[in-house]
Nanobody, 127 residues
Framework: QVQLVESGGGLVQAGGSLKLSCAAS????????VGWFRQAPGKEREFVVA????????DYLDSVKDRFTISRNNDMNMLYLQMNSLKPEDSATYYC????????????????????WGQGTQVTVSS
């Protein structure tokens, strides 16, 4: 099964950008629907974005649309999240997640949909 390791988090000023990476090992990332979730202190983990196995569909949390972009490089077994125009409310630990999909175009937005998770990377946006 796949193992996931996130990186790229850090401290950035509001309006700045960060690019998160998620390295997959153990199994080809191309077999999976993948996504990003985040969890702020004292809050529940929430869905941010997902991309289908075939890269034909993406789903974004409304508050990050037009600011965040998910992408994947299956040859490199890598998942990315480009975050622009960051806001203090984007501060959270960000997690990548993966699951074998029911179809190549499927995306999933629920935590319970994903059996495979990384350990998270911290993003802090200062005002």
């Amino acid at each position: 099964q796949v193992q996931l390791v996130e990186s790229g988090g850090g401290l950035v000023q509001a309006g700045g950008s960060l690019k998160l990476s998620c390295a997959a090992s153990g199994r080809a990332l191309r077999d999976y629907t993948v996504g990003w979730f985040r969890q702020a202190p004292g809050k529940e983990r929430e869905f941010v974005v997902a991309i289908s196995r075939t890269n034909t569909r993406t789903d974004y949390l409304d508050s990050v649309k037009d600011r965040f972009t998910i992408s994947r490089n299956n040859d490199m077994n890598m998942l990315y999240l480009q975050m622009n125009s960051l806001k203090p409310e984007d501060s959270a630990t960000y997690y990548c997640a993966a699951r074998i999909p029911g179809s190549g175009m499927s995306t999933y937005t629920q935590i319970s949909d994903y059996p495979h998770w990384g350990q998270g990377t911290q993003v802090t946006v200062s005002s």
